[in-house]
C-alpha cells in the first residue's frame, strides 16, 4: 500500500522560503510520476511542479524560477523548494504519485504566506 506523507508547511513572510517534503512508503520514483499540487479555500486545484520518472521536471507558470523540486532516492523522499514566495502561494500543498491507472496523495500540508 503506498503512502505519502507530507510536512514542513507553515507561516512565512513574502518573500520567504519553504521546503516541502514528501515522504513515501518505499522506493517508488523510479515507476511513478511525482508531484505537488496546491488547493487554496475555493479556489481549484493547481498543479504546481512534476518530476517524470526520467527526472524530467515541469512548473506551473506561477511559481517557475521561485519552486524546484528534487529528490532523495535514499531516503524515499520529494522535495519542493519554496522560494520568494508570494501571498497567492498560500494554499494547502498535497503530494501526488501516479503510475498507470494509480494515484495518490498524502493528507496535504498547509502553506501561509502573510
Known amino acids: 500500500h503506498v503512502q505519502l506523507v507530507e510536512s514542513g508547511g507553515g507561516s512565512v513572510q513574502p518573500g520567504g522560503t519553504l521546503t516541502l517534503r514528501c515522504a513515501a512508503s518505499?522506493?517508488?520514483?523510479?515507476?511513478?510520476?511525482m508531484g505537488w499540487f496546491r488547493q487554496a479555500p475555493g479556489k481549484e486545484r493547481e498543479g504546481v511542479a512534476t518530476?517524470?520518472?526520467?527526472?524530467?521536471?515541469r512548473y506551473a507558470d506561477s511559481v517557475k524560477g521561485r519552486f524546484s523540486l528534487s529528490i532523495d532516492n535514499a531516503k524515499n523522499t520529494l522535495y519542493l523548494q519554496m522560494n520568494s514566495l508570494k501571498p497567492e502561494d498560500s494554499a494547502m500543498y498535497y503530494c501526488?504519485?501516479?503510475?498507470?491507472?494509480?494515484?495518490?496523495r498524502g493528507q496535504g500540508t498547509q502553506v501561509t504566506v502573510s
Open positions: 501526488r504519485g501516479v503510475c498507470g491507472d494509480s494515484e495518490y
Open positions: 518530476i517524470d520518472t526520467d527526472g524530467s521536471t
Open positions: 518505499g522506493p517508488l520514483f523510479s515507476s511513478y510520476g
